[in-house]
């Protein structure tokens, strides 16, 4: 009998189908967190290891809109809603929708809010670490979903 590779280790080289993780979570600081370490946990899944620029990345950007979610989308009773695509060319994609309609975040331009403040660092760092983000209504509900982007180069 002659050994194969498992197929999720073959996918992790040449992906040919988009992937996909989506996941509701509590919309409390602990589901924030759950979310970041299942996004880093799925991107290493994916062929993105832990200890690469990739998932460090994605990770961060994945920490700021998860926080985002609970500090600002926050509606007490209703959970936040994140969603990772991969695409063979590339492209990953997070989105984290809640259902708060009227806090939409806007793009500042310039650097973050004074030095010493606690907050309002977030979009800044996502701004800065994705090839692209945005706000869209959020899809099939009300609400909003603050989506980001990163090209991978020489998968």
Known sequence: MQPTTPPSVAMQHHP?????????????????????????????????PYDSTVNETLTVIAAELTANAVVHGHVPGRDFHLRLTATPSGLLRLEVSDTRTERRPVRVPGPPVHADADSGRGL?????????????PRPGAPGKAVWAELTVTGL
């Open 16 to 48: 040919t189908t988009t992937r996909e993780f989506a996941m509701r979570f509590t919309s409390t600081p602990r589901g924030a967190r759950l979310a970041r370490r299942l996004v880093s946990h799925r991107l290493h899944e994916w062929g993105h």
């Open 124 to 136: 800044f760092l996502v701004d800065a670490l994705a090839t692209g983000w945005g706000v869209a």
